[in-house]
Every structure is written in structure tokens, then in C-alpha cells.
């Protein structure tokens, strides 16, 4: 059954709880049961901007360019820090989603990225944040190198670029070295197209 969402919800009170860089929101609204009846709840709400995921394949050599960087939220789980993530970063405002994303190909893995491929739009945690997003694949060759990438110091990235054939990758989902979800994604992704399978012509 499709619901577009029209009279689905109904906002009654919206109270700024926090506003850092992104605002924290607590939202009371009157939701549309499926029996039809009405309830009112609250949630709350961080509400982050969209943001571009770019994936960087090498088809010839069947690998792929990552970012291996520090994440507190695992920390705090207790889990390693230390995630392997596909390049990311929040679209700003006047900037599309391809521009961000070959924009932070280079800060983050020192990459120059030419054609992206659009794969699919995403909410990675709707039931918390507002983030969308616009996910790539793209083409790299070692030539188009030009930096070391790293992130930019000013933000406290510290950023390493890690090159993984999919093999690599593949095991790493299973053994949980690789935990972030887009990743987690994209891998089986490349999995199921068979767009790194060097055996294709």
C-alpha cells in the first residue's frame, strides 16, 4: 500500500533543543494511522544537510579507493574508531551533488574524478536525521593523482586513502572490518553488478 504522505502527518509544535552546527529538533505532530485514526507524537529530529557519496573503481586493476578515518560514535559503542567508509561530505549550499562529491574525492583521497555515475538516493537513518544521499561510482587511474588527500586539517579529518581490490573488500564486510553502511552497500553493489570483474571485457 503507497501513502504519499499528504495528510499522513500534521506538524502541531517544533522546539530547538540544540543549534550547533546542525540543529536538534524536537517535533510534536498528529500522525494518520492506517486504521485512520490520529495520534499525536513527538521525535526528535537532527537535521543534517544532504550530502554526496563517491565511490572511485579502477576497472583495469579491480580495485577501489576508500578512506579509512576516525569516527567517535563507534568509539563510544565501543567498537574501533577507526572506520573504513567510501568518500564523503555534505553538499553546501550553491554546490550540486557531483561537485561535492569530486570535491571531496580530492580533499579526502587526493583523487581527480572526471564522469560519476549516479547509483541511488538514500536516507542512511530516517528515523532520526533529515540526511539525503546522492551516491556515485567513478572511474580513477593512478595517473590522476594529485595530492595525498588527508581531509582538511581545519575540520580535524585526518584521513588515510586505502586501495582494495573487491575481494578484499568482500571479506572485510564479512568479518565486520568494514561496518559503515553506505560502504557496506556499495560493496555488495560492485558485488552483484560485476562492475569490477576484470575478467569482463
Sequence with gaps: MSDSGDDAIEIER???LSAEKFPLRKVRFAQRRQDGARESVEREVYELPQSAVVLPI???????LLARQLRLPP???????RLIEACAGHIEAGDDAAETARREAEEELGYRLDALTPLFVLYPSPALVTEKM???LAEYDPSRRISEGGGLAEEG????????TLDEAWR???????VDIKTVLLVYHLKLSGALDTGRP
Excluded: Q
Excluded at 579502477?58 to 577501489?64: E, K, L, N, P, Y
Design 172 to 178: 572485510m564486510v564479512a568479518s565486520g572490518d568494514i
Design 58 to 64: 579502477d576497472r583495469r586493476r579491480g580495485t577501489m
Design 75 to 81: 568509539y563510544l559503542n565501543g567498537d574501533s574508531p
Design 14 to 16: 517544533i522546539e530547538t
Design 157 to 164: 579529518e585526518d584521513i588515510e586513502t586505502v586501495e582494495l
Design 134 to 136: 546522492h551516491v556515485f
